[in-house]
C-alpha cells in the first residue's frame, strides 16, 4: 500500500471513530441508557391507594420561580408498580440536556398498575383484528384516573408550578386517559398531545375552548384505529377548538417514535399558555 493509501486509510478511520463518539450520546438516550436517574422516584397517596410516578425537576431548580408542568401518561404495556418501566418512551425526550436547557419543566411520569386502565373504556376484540372500544366517560374514573387526577391537583397546588402552562400527553392507553384527564380536568390543561388514542368524541364540549390539541397517529396502526384521533380532532373543530392532527402514512402503532421527532412539538407545547 503506498504511503498516500495509508495516509487516506488513518484518516478515514479517524473520521469514523470521531463519527461512532458523536453518535453514542444519541445511542445513549435511544436506549434509555443514562436519563432515568433525572427523575427522582416517588409516590402518591389517596385515600390508602398508591400511584407511583416519577418526576424531573428543572436544572437548577428554584422553588421561588413557577414552571411549567408536563404530566406523560405510558401505554398498557408499561403498566405496573415497578416506578420504572413508565419511563420506556418519551422520558428521553425531556431529559436532554438542549430540551432541559431551552425549556426548564417539571415533567411527571405516573405508572398505572397492571390490573387498571388510565380511561374508562369496554373493548372486545373483533374479526378485523382491532379492539372494539367503547369509552365511557360519562362513567366514574378508574382507580388509576381517579389517584391521576389527585396528583395532579396536587402538583397544581405548589407555589413553583405555573398554572397557565400544565400539560398532557400519552400514548396509546395514555393517549385514551390524556382525552379523559382533560375532559375530567378541563379547565387544568394549556395543551395536550395524545399519541394513537382516542375518546368519545362528544366529551370534547367540555374542553374545545379551553385546551390547544396536537393529535398523532399512524395510517397503519392495527391496534388502536386511527379514525379514532380523527373523529376527535373533527369533534374539537367543530365546536371551535384548536386542534392539529398528524397521521403518519407509513407508521403503525408506535407512531411516538415519529411524533417525539417533530422539531415543532415542543416549542408549541411550551408556548402554549391559558
Known amino acids: 500500500m503506498s504511503n ?127 379492539r372494539s372500544i367503547e369509552f365511557l366517560p360519562e362513567s366514574q374514573p378508574t382507580v388509576a384516573m381517579e389517584l391521576l387526577t389527585q396528583l395532579v391537583g396536587s402538583l397544581k397546588r405548589e407555589s413553583y408550578v405555573d398554572n397557565r402552562r400544565i400539560y398532557v400527553g400519552g400514548l396509546s392507553m395514555g393517549g385514551m386517559g390524556t382525552f379523559e384527564l382533560v375532559a375530567r380536568m378541563p379547565k387544568v390543561f394549556a395543551a395536550a398531545f395524545p399519541i394513537c388514542g382516542g375518546s368519545d368524541p362528544e366529551s370534547a364540549k367540555r374542553y374545545a375552548h379551553r385546551v390547544k390539541f396536537w393529535v398523532f397517529h399512524g395510517a397503519k396502526d392495527d391496534v388502536v384505529a386511527p379514525q379514532f384521533s380523527v373523529d376527535m380532532v373533527n369533534s374539537i373543530r367543530k365546536l371551535g377548538g384548536d386542534a392539529r392532527l398528524t397521521i403518519y402514512p407509513d407508521a403503525g402503532h408506535n407512531s411516538w417514535d415519529q411524533a417525539f421527532r417533530e422539531p415543532e412539538l415542543l416549542s408549541w407545547l411550551f408556548g402554549s399558555k391559558k
Open 4 to 130: 498516500l493509501s495509508k495516509k487516506f486509510m488513518k484518516q478515514l478511520q479517524q473520521l469514523c471513530l470521531v463519527g461512532i463518539v458523536g453518535v453514542m450520546p444519541l445511542l445513549s438516550e435511544a436506549t434509555g441508557q443514562g436519563f432515568d436517574s433525572l427523575y427522582e422516584a416517588k409516590v402518591f397517596t389517596h385515600k390508602g391507594k398508591t400511584l407511583p410516578y416519577r418526576i424531573m425537576y428543572p436544572k437548577n431548580f428554584n422553588p421561588e420561580q413557577k414552571y411549567p408542568l408536563v404530566i406523560f401518561l405510558h401505554g398498557s404495556g408499561e403498566r405496573g408498580n415497578d416506578n420504572q418501566k413508565q419511563l420506556v418512551h418519551g422520558a428521553s425526550l425531556f431529559a436532554s440536556d438542549s430540551v432541559r436547557s431551552l425549556f426548564p419543566a417539571i415533567v411527571v411520569f405516573p405508572q398505572c398498575p397492571e390490573d387498571d386502565f388510565w380511561a374508562n373504556i369496554k373493548e372486545n376484540p373483533n374479526q378485523q383484528g382491532y
